[in-house]
């Protein structure tokens, strides 16, 4: 069995930071290929970035690329998602989701379904 877990998302300023974390443990190949998506209300879920395994390469979503920095710690599969220059578009449930079938990203990267395992989700909102 498999759990992500996010965290660190929260209220922010037009303008601001705020810095996501994400964890998964259980029964992965390790340092597994990990991303990032949203879902705003009423939206379909979009990909925001992603990060292979080695943390060498990484994808951004044309909406976010440029603000946003997707990391990987050092221990297992832990990621980040360090956002700056947050907008009001931004607001959304943020997820990270792991692929446990891959340590280089695929072409695939940005469809959900390319991705097996999901966590909860964390809500970040940001204010005009």
């Known amino acids: 069995q498999v759990q992500v877990v996010e965290s660190g998302g929260g209220l922010a300023q037009a303008g601001g930071s705020l810095r996501l974390s994400c964890a998964a443990s259980?029964?992965?190949?390790?340092?597994?290929?990990m991303g990032w998506f949203r879902q705003a209300p009423g939206k379909e879920r979009k990909f925001v970035a992603v990060?292979?395994?080695?943390?060498?390469?990484?994808v951004y979503g044309d909406s976010v690329k440029g603000r946003v920095t997707i990391s990987r710690g050092n221990a297992g599969n832990t990621v980040y998602l360090q956002m700056n220059s947050l907008k009001p578009e931004d607001t959304a449930v943020y997820f990270c989701?792991?692929?446990?079938?891959?340590?280089?990203?695929?072409?695939?990267?940005?469809?959900?379904?390319?991705?097996?395992?999901w966590g909860q989700g964390t809500q970040v909102t940001v204010s005009s």
């Open positions: 259980g029964r992965t190949l390790g340092n597994n290929v």
């Open positions: 990060i292979s395994g080695s943390g060498v390469s990484t």
């Open positions: 989701a792991l692929n446990d079938r891959a340590y280089t990203i695929g072409a695939n990267y940005y469809s959900p379904n390319e991705y097996d395992y």
